[in-house]
């Protein structure tokens, strides 16, 4: 359990070895549930497009003491990429904390992190972003292709 209450539901667990143990899904955003006590699974996917994948956090909405704003969301991709020495995969994690959302919000997802990161074991790289520019797919390459 994080600092925050926040537990992560045994289908994040599931859904990510799905994801790691290579059977078709290549991402998976996660949200804190609308009660904010439980980390869920919001959507996956088995397509390769990682500019649908970038809007849907960049959209992702958060709903706090009923008004909406700009929410954070946990995620994580199957990277492909060209090493020089051929075709990788590495996994990122993604904590998707936006500086312009509403502040409960940003604190629930920041003090809630470490205890989804614990629970999904074997990604590569560990990327906070805060705007837009951190999630673009070269600055997503650049940071996992470092490891």
């Known amino acids: 359990m994080a600092s925050s209450g926040v537990t992560v539901a045994p289908e994040c667990i599931q859904a990510f070895n799905d994801l790691k143990l290579g059977k078709s899904v290549k991402w998976i955003i996660f949200k804190i549930s609308d009660?904010?006590?439980?980390?869920?699974?919001?959507?996956q996917s088995t397509e390769d497009d990682y500019s649908t994948f970038r809007e849907k956090l960049l959209n992702a909405k958060s709903t706090w003491k009923g008004k909406e704003g700009l929410g954070g969301r946990y995620a994580v991709y199957d990277v492909a990429y060209d090493s020089?020495?051929?075709?990788?995969n590495k996994i990122a994690f993604i904590s998707w904390v936006p500086d312009d959302s509403p502040q409960h919000p940003r604190m629930m997802?920041?003090?809630?992190?470490e205890s989804i990161k614990r629970s999904l074991n074997g990604f590569h790289a560990d990327i906070q972003a805060n705007?837009?520019?951190d999630i673009?797919?070269?600055n997503i390459i650049t940071r996992v292709s470092r490891r």
């Open 136 to 138: 673009e797919y070269d």
């Open 109 to 113: 997802y920041s003090s809630s992190k």
């Open 35 to 43: 009660d904010w006590k439980e980390i869920v699974v919001d959507e």
């Open 84 to 88: 020089g020495e051929g075709q990788r």
């Open 131 to 133: 705007d837009a520019d």
